[in-house]
């Protein structure tokens, strides 16, 4: 399941890679079956406020995050020495307003360094129509200015914003249940409100790290997924079966993740 040279010089040369089919649709749903298992039984756990590092709380999602299907792609762009920084629930229900402003994250991730990558795997069908994630393909070379906006659909934390691209630039990630995209730290991507009859529904692990990343500002907690472990890093454990015992990790995770995202915010909401 690693790259070919010819999709690592795609991801090189555009700032991503997709699709790439990592589980039948009919594990992805078995997965999307637990999910929403999880959220009928542990509410206080999963809603639309608390979708960050569910993988420190649910076994399902940690095997997901260490899964070889996910990781040696990553492998051939970042290397042996893996690490997860964290991972969001990108959740739009059917026919709903939520939607992604135009962003880079290495923005507001507080890392130095690029070797690091999101993979997205989709739960759902992940369609124009659904809202799947759009990217300006070449974007990733490029630092830009953002600025917050604090939309309330808007669901990424600040609602940050760089000026729209190019409609003609864009390219559409369409993906099928169990297919999965990267994308660079830089690459300016968003997406548009859900107007299918489904939810939609992604695991973005965002990021894996590869070595030479370092801390720019705050405190990082991550899980070691393969290889030499990075010393800039807290390195905490993934969950057993019991969804409880591993709460404190993911709360304490969240914490310093929210200090990293809402630096200098004007609002900030807990994770
Ligand atoms: O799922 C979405 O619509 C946006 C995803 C995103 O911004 C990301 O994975 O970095």
Same mark, same amino acid.
């Given at each position: ?17 997709? !699709? ?15 999910? =929403? ?11 639309? =406020? ?62 130095? &360094? ?78 548009? !409100? ?7 529904? &992604? ?25 030499? !472990? ?42």
């Amino acid at each position: 399941m690693t790259l070919t040279t010819e999709q690592i010089e795609h991801y090189e040369t555009h700032g991503w890679f997709a !699709p790439i089919d990592v589980m039948s649709p009919t594990e992805a749903n078995d997965l999307l079956q637990e999910l =929403e298992r999880a959220e009928e039984h542990s509410p206080d756990q999963l809603h639309a =406020e608390h979708r960050n590092n569910a993988h420190l709380s649910f076994d399902f999602l940690a095997s997901v995050v260490v899964d070889d299907r996910i990781v040696d792609p990553v492998a051939s762009l970042i290397g042996p020495d893996i690490s997860l920084w964290s991972t969001v629930l990108f959740v739009k229900e059917p026919d709903s307003d939520a939607w992604v402003s135009w962003h880079q994250d290495g923005h507001y991730m507080g890392l130095g &360094g690029e070797n690091f990558v999101t993979a997205w795997l989709a739960l759902t069908p992940s369609t124009v129509e659904s809202g799947c994630v759009s990217v300006a393909p070449g974007s990733h070379r490029t630092r830009l200015d953002h600025v917050d906006t604090y939309g309330v659909s808007n669901i990424l934390t600040r609602g940050q914003r760089v000026e729209s691209p190019d409609p003609d630039d864009v390219v559409h990630l369409e993906l099928e249940p169990g297919q999965m995209s990267l994308h660079h730290p830089w690459l300016v991507h968003g997406s548009q !409100p859900n107007r299918s009859r489904n939810r939609r529904i &992604g695991l973005a692990m965002q990021s894996y790290l590869g070595a030479g990343v370092s801390v720019q500002r705050g405190e990082h907690h991550v899980v070691s997924v393969r290889g030499e !472990p990075n010393p800039d890093f807290t390195y905490v454990p993934l969950p057993g079966s019991d969804p409880t015992t591993n709460r404190h990790v993911r709360d304490e995770a969240n914490r310093a993740l929210a200090s990293v995202l809402y630096d200098g915010a004007e609002q900030t909401r807990r994770l």
